[in-house]
Protein backbone atom coordinates (compact mmCIF):
# COMPACT_ATOMS: atom_id res chain seq x y z
CA UNK A 1 0.00 0.00 0.00
CA UNK A 2 2.50 2.71 0.80
CA UNK A 3 4.84 1.62 -2.51
CA UNK A 4 1.62 2.12 -4.67
CA UNK A 5 1.17 5.72 -2.96
CA UNK A 6 4.43 6.60 -3.26
CA UNK A 7 4.80 5.31 -6.69
CA UNK A 8 2.30 7.58 -7.75
CA UNK A 9 3.39 10.32 -5.65
CA UNK A 10 6.57 9.99 -8.42
CA UNK A 11 4.89 9.52 -11.67
CA UNK A 12 2.58 12.80 -10.81
CA UNK A 13 5.96 14.38 -10.04
CA UNK A 14 7.27 13.36 -12.68
CA UNK A 15 4.25 14.33 -15.34
CA UNK A 16 4.26 17.82 -13.53
CA UNK A 17 7.72 18.47 -14.27
CA UNK A 18 6.76 17.08 -17.40
CA UNK A 19 4.17 19.57 -18.16
CA UNK A 20 5.87 22.64 -16.80
CA UNK A 21 9.31 22.15 -18.51
CA UNK A 22 7.15 22.61 -21.78
CA UNK A 23 6.86 26.25 -21.36
CA UNK A 24 10.16 27.89 -20.98
CA UNK A 25 10.45 30.78 -18.56
CA UNK A 26 9.41 33.82 -19.81
CA UNK A 27 7.66 32.64 -23.34
CA UNK A 28 4.02 34.37 -22.24
CA UNK A 29 5.40 37.55 -21.24
CA UNK A 30 7.52 38.12 -24.32
CA UNK A 31 4.53 37.59 -26.15
CA UNK A 32 2.90 40.70 -24.77
CA UNK A 33 6.05 42.20 -25.33
CA UNK A 34 5.82 46.24 -27.18
CA UNK A 35 8.30 47.24 -29.93
CA UNK A 36 10.76 49.68 -28.82
CA UNK A 37 10.00 53.20 -29.19
CA UNK A 38 14.01 54.19 -29.62
CA UNK A 39 15.29 52.36 -32.90
CA UNK A 40 18.64 52.39 -31.15
CA UNK A 41 17.48 49.46 -28.70
CA UNK A 42 19.19 46.65 -28.53
CA UNK A 43 21.37 47.23 -31.58
CA UNK A 44 23.63 49.29 -29.96
CA UNK A 45 26.07 48.92 -26.97
CA UNK A 46 25.03 52.13 -25.30
CA UNK A 47 21.35 50.57 -25.33
CA UNK A 48 21.25 46.68 -24.78
CA UNK A 49 18.26 44.57 -23.94
CA UNK A 50 18.64 43.85 -20.51
CA UNK A 51 17.55 40.49 -19.75
CA UNK A 52 19.04 40.04 -15.92
CA UNK A 53 16.52 37.08 -14.19
CA UNK A 54 17.55 36.14 -10.97
CA UNK A 55 20.97 34.31 -10.87
CA UNK A 56 22.97 34.52 -13.78
CA UNK A 57 22.11 30.76 -15.74
CA UNK A 58 18.45 32.29 -15.22
CA UNK A 59 19.62 35.05 -17.05
CA UNK A 60 21.23 33.35 -19.79
CA UNK A 61 18.39 30.97 -19.97
CA UNK A 62 15.85 33.49 -20.29
CA UNK A 63 18.13 35.80 -22.86
CA UNK A 64 18.19 32.48 -24.84
CA UNK A 65 14.49 31.76 -24.68
CA UNK A 66 13.87 35.32 -25.85
CA UNK A 67 16.67 35.19 -28.70
CA UNK A 68 15.72 31.92 -30.49
CA UNK A 69 11.41 33.64 -30.71
CA UNK A 70 12.68 36.67 -32.46
CA UNK A 71 11.67 36.88 -36.28
CA UNK A 72 11.34 39.92 -38.53
CA UNK A 73 8.61 41.75 -39.64
CA UNK A 74 8.28 39.97 -42.47
CA UNK A 75 8.42 36.83 -40.16
CA UNK A 76 12.07 35.35 -41.73
CA UNK A 77 14.01 33.20 -38.32
CA UNK A 78 17.32 34.46 -37.36
CA UNK A 79 19.91 32.10 -37.48
CA UNK A 80 22.68 32.74 -35.19
CA UNK A 81 25.89 33.37 -36.57
CA UNK A 82 27.85 34.16 -33.20
CA UNK A 83 28.12 34.89 -29.79
CA UNK A 84 30.90 37.05 -28.62
CA UNK A 85 31.41 39.28 -24.94
CA UNK A 86 32.19 43.08 -25.33
CA UNK A 87 32.99 45.41 -23.44
CA UNK A 88 29.98 47.66 -21.80
CA UNK A 89 30.82 51.21 -22.47
CA UNK A 90 27.90 52.56 -20.15
CA UNK A 91 29.52 50.86 -17.14
CA UNK A 92 30.81 52.37 -14.47
CA UNK A 93 33.45 50.93 -11.69
CA UNK A 94 32.18 51.98 -8.38
CA UNK A 95 34.60 53.55 -5.78
CA UNK A 96 34.16 50.50 -3.26
CA UNK A 97 35.19 47.49 -5.13
CA UNK A 98 33.51 44.67 -2.77
CA UNK A 99 34.63 41.20 -4.55
CA UNK A 100 34.31 37.29 -3.41
CA UNK A 101 37.53 36.42 -1.70
CA UNK A 102 37.71 32.92 -3.23
CA UNK A 103 37.16 34.30 -6.91
CA UNK A 104 37.91 37.76 -7.08
CA UNK A 105 35.01 38.73 -8.93
CA UNK A 106 32.56 41.93 -7.87
CA UNK A 107 29.98 41.04 -5.34
CA UNK A 108 27.24 42.73 -7.30
CA UNK A 109 28.19 40.31 -10.03
CA UNK A 110 28.29 42.99 -12.87
CA UNK A 111 31.37 43.09 -14.98
CA UNK A 112 31.39 45.62 -17.23
CA UNK A 113 30.05 42.69 -20.10
CA UNK A 114 27.32 42.63 -22.82
CA UNK A 115 27.02 39.60 -24.99
CA UNK A 116 26.71 40.48 -28.38
CA UNK A 117 24.66 38.30 -30.75
CA UNK A 118 25.44 38.02 -34.72
CA UNK A 119 22.17 36.52 -36.65
CA UNK A 120 21.33 36.02 -40.40
CA UNK A 121 18.06 36.21 -41.46
CA UNK A 122 16.89 33.38 -43.67
CA UNK A 123 15.71 34.66 -46.63
CA UNK A 124 17.30 37.86 -47.21
CA UNK A 125 20.79 36.69 -45.55
CA UNK A 126 20.69 40.31 -43.71
CA UNK A 127 22.80 40.21 -40.90
CA UNK A 128 21.53 41.42 -37.87
CA UNK A 129 23.30 41.96 -34.74
CA UNK A 130 22.02 42.77 -31.11
CA UNK A 131 23.42 43.45 -27.77
CA UNK A 132 22.31 41.79 -24.48
CA UNK A 133 23.11 42.73 -20.74
CA UNK A 134 22.21 40.03 -18.81
CA UNK A 135 23.73 41.26 -15.71
CA UNK A 136 21.29 44.31 -15.27
CA UNK A 137 17.63 44.50 -15.09
CA UNK A 138 15.59 47.06 -17.52
CA UNK A 139 12.34 47.48 -19.47
CA UNK A 140 12.27 45.14 -22.19
CA UNK A 141 11.01 45.48 -25.21
CA UNK A 142 11.43 44.26 -28.73
CA UNK A 143 13.70 45.79 -31.26
CA UNK A 144 12.36 48.00 -34.21
CA UNK A 145 11.87 45.80 -36.89
CA UNK A 146 11.78 42.51 -35.05
CA UNK A 147 8.83 40.98 -33.78
CA UNK A 148 8.43 37.65 -31.08
CA UNK A 149 6.96 34.11 -32.13
CA UNK A 150 6.55 31.40 -29.65
CA UNK A 151 9.55 28.83 -30.27
CA UNK A 152 8.85 25.37 -30.71
Do not use: C, W
Given at each position: ????????????T???????????????????????A???????????????????????????????????????????????????????????????R????????N??????????????????????????????????G???????
Open positions: MKLTFVKTVLYLIALLFVSATTALGQKEFLSLQTSDSSFGYTTQNPMRLKKGNQQKSMEYAYNFLIGLRTQDGQTLKLLSRATVINPSHRESKIKLTNFTGMPLSGLGLLDRYEFLTVNTKDTVRLYVDTYNKGELYLPVLKYEHAN
